[in-house]
């Protein structure tokens, strides 16, 4: 009993618990340390301080300090003050959302985020909306295909009946999850 109790927990997890999207802001290629590089080139801390809560401000300045101050020493000193800023920076932009700091990463960035910078570059954003509405679109529709196929046979046998339920549940979840985010609050 114990034991169909957790296994039911945990699948029902799999329901309630939000989808974590992946950062692009812990890649050695993301716009925070974009930011970072552009600030140690020119020796300005300017850039990166928008991506920090004023609280935590001191402590990036004090660190960009110190970085701009050991990379004078050479080439080997200059790539240990730039990852150490970097990591840095990175932990705390990723406290200040609320979100684990877990290292810095080579990553490529995901599609929908890469779309969404690139629109934000060039300031048009039907490409990025043609691409999450089409995804969306497949989705719904794999989905709906797959639970409607087997919604005919729901009630040939309670095997049978329990594969529908299961369809159906992925399908109105899936369905109320982007519902859900796409009227929702604005959420990192």
């Known amino acids: 009993m114990k034991r169909l109790l957790v296994v039911a927990l945990l699948f029902g997890g799999l329901f309630v618990w939000p989808y974590a999207a992946q950062a692009h802001c812990d890649t050695l290629n993301g716009p925070v340390v974009a930011a970072a590089k552009e600030a140690l080139a020119t020796g300005d801390i300017t850039p990166v301080l928008k991506w920090i809560k004023l609280e935590n401000e001191a402590e990036v300045r004090q660190v960009f300090k110190k970085a701009l101050a050991v990379r ?4 080997e000193a ?3 003050a730039d990852t150490h800023f970097f990591e840095t920076l990175v932990r705390i932009h990723r406290a200040g959302e609320g979100a684990p700091y877990t290292g810095l990463n080579a990553e ?3 599609p929908p985020v890469a779309a969404a910078d690139k629109a934000l570059e060039i300031g048009k954003v039907e490409e990025l909306v043609k691409l999450v509405t089409e995804k969306v679109a497949d989705g719904i529709r794999d989905r709906f295909k797959e639970t409607l196929e087997k919604k005919k046979h729901a009630n040939e046998s309670v095997a049978v009946g329990r594969e529908f ?3 159906y549940v992925l399908f109105t ?5 982007i519902y859900v985010d796409a009227e929702g609050a604005h959420g990192h």
């Open 72 to 75: 004078k020493k050479g080439p």
């Open 78 to 80: 200059q790539d240990l």
């Open 108 to 110: 490529e960035i995901e």
């Open 165 to 167: 339920v299961e369809a």
């Open 173 to 177: 979840h899936y369905v109320e999850r």
